[in-house]
């Protein structure tokens, strides 16, 4: 009996030895594997979403990063997030694994202009949307493209002064980003659709009726996507009927503007955006076939990408400036004895104001319309030796980067002249691997096809509010610059109202 004892006590050891040497030998092997990136704690059905629910979400995420490191693996409930906030975290994900994470999230209805299958921004990294983006580089964002359209932008700025110059002799406040607005959308629908889409015949403000749309609807878009995917699986899409209904008011529009284009004579001359897109999607022998529906959905994405990020940053811009009285007073003596008095700041004045290039450039890094790149891991992979499962969603927290204590001096303060002087060069950054601290525009092959037309915008309509006005602010003290995100785009929460007085005589133009 106490044999029997024995042996069963030698055996159940036994059994336990062989399980430890097991999972030294074979698990631990298997568990470094799959060593996820550092994450921090967690609470059981809601995961880390209770850390983000005490600031705005960029500010949430950068507060996490600044404690746990800059490279984590969150989850909110069963959605798993990769959260990157570090330029050198951002230099191995686009110079190493670029086309692993080209690709965004899935399409939210199939069947819609706006955030539908049809979509260039949120098609995976195939032959759409690599035909896609080599078109908008090498036609629509083409530098001569862009210059082409030179005389449209200055026409619309020529109206944005004259408006504010309006609203100064009536003494009357203006709010910088909602008129700013209506100067971005004006450019923009020129560019793209000419003559066929003007103030005067209602289809500008038709878009910009629509974009507003868009941009309400969005968080909860973004919601659906992330969060709610089960309730689609289930068939159930809430809010399916208010995507439809602003899709059909773009698909009106553009069915009329695209029939007007191909049915008026081709001119060499004065050709817009969707010219130089009929154009290339007649190609007989055209790498990628194109439909109507993609054409449509292009112009809605580039309103929704360009409209509010390019007045977004020149209202943030604005607001630093008159807030910092001496940037001001530097920037507009440098406009004076550039441009002068006498006429309105244009264009071609712009490689003449390297003071105007650097405020607007601290404008986007301090505050990116965009705080955050959102993309998707297509493979799993390994970044900084953790390992990522395919379909795990990538945030890039913009934001974060570009105000990192361990890169930038001073890194909450509007400096324009720390892009003044000794910059190291893209091949310094490029070796100390900080050839990503500063990317308002994105990154890698989905970063943001007009990084050259975007700032040009900024630039002019900042230049154009120095030179031209003084601006009140309305209200005593400074202006509040406490953030939001609205839309997509980070926004100011107390938008800036002021009244413009003008400094100058009216220009004869
Ligand atoms: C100051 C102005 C602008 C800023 C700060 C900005 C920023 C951005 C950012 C952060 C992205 C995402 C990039 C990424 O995922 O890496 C993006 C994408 C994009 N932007 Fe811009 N943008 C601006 C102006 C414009 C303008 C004026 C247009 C068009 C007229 C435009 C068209 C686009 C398009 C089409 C995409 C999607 C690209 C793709 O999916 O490959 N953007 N932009």
Redesign the pocket.
Known sequence: MVDEFQNCFIFILLCFFTVFCYSVLFCRKTKLEVDFPPSPPSLPVIGHLHLLLSAVSHKAFQNISSKYGPLLYLRLFSFPIVLASSASVAYELFRTHDVNV?S?MPPITIESLIFGSSG????PFGDY?KF??KL?ATRL?RTQAIENLRGVRAEELERFYLNLYDKAAKKESVEIGEETMKF?NNM?CR??MGRSCSVENGGIERVRELIIKCFAMSKKLFLANTCLTWLEKLGISPFKKEIMDVSHGFDELLERILVEHEERPEQDQDMDMMDLLLEASREENAEYKITRKQIKS?FV???M???D??A??TQWTMAEIINNPKILERLRGEIDLVVGKARLIQETDIPNLPYLQAVVKEG?RLH???PF???RFQESCKIKEFYVPGQTTLL?N?YAIMRDPDLWEDPDEFKPERFLSSRSSEQEEEIKGQAFKY?????????????N???I??RIAVGMMVQCFDWRINGHGEISMEEVIAGISLTMAHPLKCTPVSRLSSFSL
């Open positions: 080209s965004r260039f921004a949120s098609a949307a896609m983006k908008l964002f971005t923009i560019m793209c292009l994405e580039i309103f990408a360009g409209i990020t390019a977004q940053a986007l990116p319309p965009g790149l959102v993309r890039v913009v990317i308002p525009f994105g990154a890698g092959r989905r970063g943001c096809p007009a990084g037309l975007g700032p915008f900024v």
